[in-house]
């Protein structure tokens, strides 16, 4: 089925729109480039639009109420948007999921060591990467420090101009002709991924008798004591994640395109996020909720598997109609969710892992999966075809430019969304997101226009699903 192209649909009006919709989002890819920046980032932005934290809600003693905006943050990793509804929760939730974390290499808790003069960090990769993708680009280091009285250091370099980057390196062409023979999975191997941070011998006064024998990784502690103030056993309770360095740059002659990291899956975070603002009063509550660990199953305290949504809604139902398990289960069964991932964005390049008929296309629009998973859609949720029409029917009624795709040809692979976890309490669910170029690699394609309408799509679901 031909869908239309959606830059040709766009008046002076609505480029003008797409435009600042693009460049806000820009900016929230270069400041959420790890999960806790992006729900730092979200919290900020909630708050100024009136969202109160649910703690400080519960502690007040006062009924939530219709018109209300409520948020819930899980550990600094997922955060959980409300805004109240004047039907009952137990007639369900419209949601919008999507998850915040992107591939990765974390940096391991002894990870500080010096070979022959380097200094480096020792990591270990996060999701699914092409391994040889990673070296020799410019890479930054994010995350925390935690010491052991509960100081936070928020760590952050390689992003401004003045900043050192840092790099992966990698074998030279000369001298590579078995590495060359090797297989894609191998050619750089995920202990090979090591971070190379220094190479100067910290000074030492010639009168010592005893002199550091591992001189340039002294040079780094006492870099890191003087600027952070942080000892290396502190590394032991550190998150620090290793990214490309740089910002969210327009891509093409035509400025078509958003090439950036982590996009898979901010790409439908933060239009997520951006839909979830600008909704006033709604009929069934609204909901926003960005997970972590989705690139690795889901699993742990803060990603979809875990209660923490189930508890938020319990503690809502509590807040306005009074403590029912009855009615929390009822609220979780009867919601509606666009589980918002990324799709694989057709590439002539590689025509022959897609089946054309069944792909997403760059600048046609949203993006909607009725199943995922792979082979025999293994570990897919399936969408109704009666939850089908009503979603065609709200994109449509908000003139959404939207498509129906499968990642690609039936045995080619797969992959996996939060979808399948909320869809266990019964709720109609089904995948949408943004058609991607390079998914997983260090830097992403996104077309101007499928931004813009994820957004638009977002929006129109929020407020037309009844």
């Not at 999701?127 to 890479?139: A, C, N």
Request: net charge negative.
């Amino acid at each position: 089925m031909e869908r239309r192209n959606a830059w040709t649909t766009y008046n002076a009006e609505e480029l003008k729109k797409l435009n600042a919709i693009n460049e806000d989002y820009k900016k929230c890819l270069d400041a959420g480039k790890t999960e806790r920046e992006c729900i730092a980032l979200t919290i900020e932005r909630a708050e100024a639009a009136g969202y109160k934290n649910i703690k400080d809600v519960i502690k007040s003693g006062e009924k939530v109420q219709a018109g209300d905006k409520i948020y819930a943050v899980c550990m600094n990793k997922m955060i959980a948007m409300f805004n109240m509804g004047t039907k009952p929760l137990e007639e369900g939730i419209n949601i919008l999921g999507a998850h915040i974390d992107s591939p990765r290499i974390d940096v391991k808790q002894n990870p500080l060591y010096e070979n022959e003069e380097f200094a480096y960090l020792d990591t270990h990769y996060y999701g699914g990467i092409k391994k040889y993708q990673w070296v020799t680009i410019p890479l930054a280091i994010h995350g925390v420090i935690v010491k052991k009285d509960g100081t936070v250091v928020n760590v952050n370099i390689g992003e401004k101009d003045e900043d050192p980057v840092f790099v992966i390196t990698d074998l030279l062409i000369h001298l590579a002709s078995k590495q060359m023979d090797k297989k894609a999975a191998g050619v750089v191997e995920g202990e090979n991924l090591d971070l190379l941070i220094g190479s100067r011998p910290i000074e030492q006064d010639e009168s010592l008798e005893k002199k550091e024998k591992e001189a340039v990784k002294a040079n780094v502690m006492n870099l890191l004591k003087e600027y952070y103030d942080v000892e290396e056993e502190d590394f032991i309770s550190a998150e620090l994640e290793i990214v490309p360095a740089g910002k969210a740059r327009d891509c093409g002659f035509d400025r078509s395109i958003v090439l950036a990291y982590g996009q898979d899956d901010r790409v439908c975070a933060f239009t997520s996020l951006f839909a979830m603002l600008d909704v006033e009063k709604t009929e069934r509550t609204a909901c926003c909720i960005l997970v972590d660990k989705e690139e690795i199953g889901s699993v742990g305290a803060t990603g979809m598997h875990s209660r923490f949504f189930e508890n938020i809604v319990a503690e809502l139902v509590a807040l306005t109609e009074g403590e029912s398990d009855l009615k929390v289960r009822r609220a979780l069964m009867n919601s509606t969710m666009l589980s918002s991932d990324v799709s694989a964005a057709y590439d002539p390049m590689y025509a022959e892992v897609f089946e054309k008929r069944s792909s997403a296309f760059f600048g046609k629009g949203l993006v909607f999966n009725k199943f995922t998973g792979s082979r025999g859609k293994s570990g897919s949720n399936d969408a109704n075809a009666e939850y089908l029409a009503k979603i065609r029917q709200a994109m449509d009624s908000q003139d959404v430019s939207y498509q129906f795709a499968e990642l690609g040809k039936v045995d080619a692979g797969g992959g996996g969304t939060i979808a399948y976890i909320m869809a266990n309490y019964g709720m109609e669910v089904i995948d949408s997101g943004v058609a991607v170029l390079s998914m997983h690699a260090p830097w992403e394609a996104t077309s101007k226009a499928d931004v813009y309408e994820a957004y638009k799509g977002y929006k129109a679901f929020i407020e037309e699903m009844k």
